[in-house]
């Protein structure tokens, strides 16, 4: 029979020497240093960011190597590893950069250093020398497009590099990594025009090895869990269904406008104010019955599709809910009617949260819906599609001894529905992004 692939842990020692050596082969000149900024899988939380909802991310165990040295002409000059994407070395005047260019992936760099220079006006110990600019190698070891922050570790790799270059900076505390996450959030949502919301650049920077993030986005404060307590005997395994997604898209951005339209109708800025600080579902209900009762028409709604509306409105309201019931048992471990203790509460969680991106949030599609149907027959915990969606990974919850099984079930089932053959990676909460080595050489 088949076997299923998975995509082996990188060897990132190795790969900052041969990164080395391709550096100079490429720029004909020593790269000062190599900076890694890792993907990121999401618990819980998904399209509720840019709403002040919670999420629950951990940074992978993959991500993208940026290899970089200073110039002084004010010139970027990149070029990527990444055979779908690589066209050369990609040049660009540092003063060029602004909102729409460059296009494409060099954006993406490009956007980290024209944010990071926005950031310094406000924190001049982030400032870099004037006629600043770089030569940068990319490589990425996640699957691009798949839905577990390819564009994120690109940026945070990225800015990571240019500050280390302009500044000599590399020990960076969690408030430097905030301002630059929300640099790298800039970086996407002005420079590439992604409507971003943050969760995953602060993945990126400010995560740690072991833990999950518990990630407030009303004011981006952290705290940082064990991951073992949570999981109990459980392991996270990614799938990546191999349609890719891309967040510049119109159905991205489209979901956050209806959620934000439904919010306004509702007299908040921000939807998650519409639901007290320790939300119940009788607080969500609540919510839901004052909008039935408004029966509000798409002029109300900023033109927006008002049967759309109420569906994102429901997402987002039962996801940030499902996010306070993950926290609490970060917090406070399961309670004795929690079946199968605190992996059994998660994993009904996450079916639970796949269901609402699938029938409220709409932004699922076969391949995920066949993976979490065939992972919970098979014997998973639990499983959701995480990420923006149309297209993407699905994270899987798999009891120790069930993982050899529900893997191969789900690639059968997956190949007998004449879908592109799925992916599988190990999930192990890792380190953020930082220099990878020094003197990798
Ligand atoms: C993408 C976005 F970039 C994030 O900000 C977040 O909205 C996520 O989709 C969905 O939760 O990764």
Not at 249 to 275: I, K, P, T
Not at 383 to 412: E, K
Request: with cysteine.
């Amino acid at each position: 029979g088949l076997k299923p692939i998975w995509v082996e842990h990188p060897d990132l020692e190795a790969m900052g020497r041969r990164g080395f050596a391709r550096f100079r082969a490429v720029f004909g000149r020593e790269p000062h240093g190599i900076w890694m900024a890792p993907g990121r899988a999401n618990l819980n939380g998904e399209h509720i960011d840019f709403l002040g909802g919670r999420c629950l991310p951990m940074a992978l165990p993959y991500g993208t190597l940026v290899a970089a040295a200073p110039r002084t002409d004010g010139l970027l000059r990149m070029r990527t590893l990444e055979p779908s994407l690589d066209t050369g070395i990609v040049e660009v005047p540092v003063d060029s950069i602004g909102p729409g260019s460059p296009e494409g992936w060099s954006g993406y760099v490009a956007g980290a250093l024209w944010a990071l220079k926005i950031a310094a006006q406000e924190h001049p110990d982030l400032s870099v020398p004037e006629g600043f600019g770089a030569d940068l190698l990319v490589r990425s070891t996640l699957p691009v497009g798949g839905g577990l922050s390819s564009s994120a570790a690109l940026e945070c790799a990225a800015i990571l590099a240019f500050l280390a270059l302009a500044t000599g900076r590399t020990d960076l505390d969690d408030t430097t990594r905030a301002v630059l996450a929300r640099a790298c959030m800039m970086a996407e949502v002005e420079v590439v025009g992604a409507a971003t919301g943050g969760l995953d650049q602060t993945a990126s920077l400010r995560s740690k090895p072991g833990h999950i993030l518990s990630l407030d986005c009303r004011d981006f404060t952290i705290k940082h869990h064990p991951a073992a307590d949570l999981l109990d005997g459980h392991r996270l395994v990614g799938v990546d269904t191999s349609t890719p997604h891309w967040l510049g898209g119109h159905e991205f951005s489209s979901r956050r406008q209806d959620a934000e339209a439904a919010a306004r109708f509702l007299g908040a800025d921000r939807l998650r104010d519409l639901l007290p600080e320790t939300p119940t579902r009788t607080d969500v209900d609540a919510v839901l019955e004052r909008w039935d009762a408004a029966a509000p028409s798409s002029s109300e709604l900023e033109g927006r599709d008002p049967a759309d509306a109420r569906r994102r409105l429901t997402h987002a309201l039962t996801e940030m809910l499902r996010s306070e019931r993950i926290d609490a048992l970060l917090r406070h471990g399961a309670t004795a009617e929690m079946a199968g203790g605190s992996a059994g509460e998660l994993g009904r969680i996450l079916t639970e949260g796949h269901v609402s991106m699938r029938d409220d949030a709409q932004a699922s599609f076969p391949t995920a819906d066949l993976i979490v149907a065939t992972a919970n027959q098979a014997g998973a915990a639990g499983a959701r599609l995480i990420g923006g969606g149309f297209g993407g990974s699905v994270l899987t919850l798999l009891p120790m001894d069930q993982v050899d099984h529900v893997v191969s079930a789900i690639d059968r089932a997956v190949v007998s529905a004449g879908m592109p053959r799925p992916r599988f990676l190990c999930i192990e909460p890792s380190a953020p992004g930082g220099q990878l080595c020094r003197d990798c050489d």
